[in-house]
């Protein structure tokens, strides 16, 4: 995943997302058992691909970073305190 994909997902409209396409949130699933790297590629995976972006009890909820830290420390970040 690039920056320039990050950005256009960032950007994306909630109205514009077809709900079908992103996943439950209660369906992700960290596997705490893999190093940091490997698990932020799990999640991002089951998150099909765009961190922004799941659903809680059937609504679409986009997720934003106040700020000025990268998304990727983020979520290291929020994995190291798993």
Same mark, same amino acid.
């Given at each position: 995943? /690039?920056?320039?994909? $990050?950005?256009?997902?960032?950007? =994306?409209?909630?109205?514009?997302?077809?709900?079908?396409?992103? +996943?439950?949130?209660?369906?992700?699933? /960290?596997?705490?058992? $893999?190093?940091?790297?490997?698990? =932020?590629?799990?999640?991002?995976?089951?998150?099909?691909?765009? +961190?922004?972006?799941?659903?809680?009890?059937?609504?679409?909820?986009?997720?934003?970073?106040?700020?000025?830290?990268?998304?990727?420390?983020?979520?290291?970040?929020?994995?190291?305190?798993?």
């Amino acid at each position: 995943m /690039i920056a320039i994909d $990050l950005e256009r997902m960032w950007n =994306m409209d909630v109205r514009d997302v077809d709900p079908a396409t992103i +996943p439950d949130i209660k369906d992700i699933h /960290i596997d705490t058992s $893999l190093p940091p790297v490997e698990r =932020m590629a799990s999640v991002l995976q089951q998150m099909n691909g765009n +961190p922004y972006f799941f659903r809680s009890r059937g609504l679409v909820v986009k997720t934003t970073f106040k700020g000025e830290a990268r998304l990727q420390d983020i979520l290291e970040d929020c994995i190291r305190k798993l």
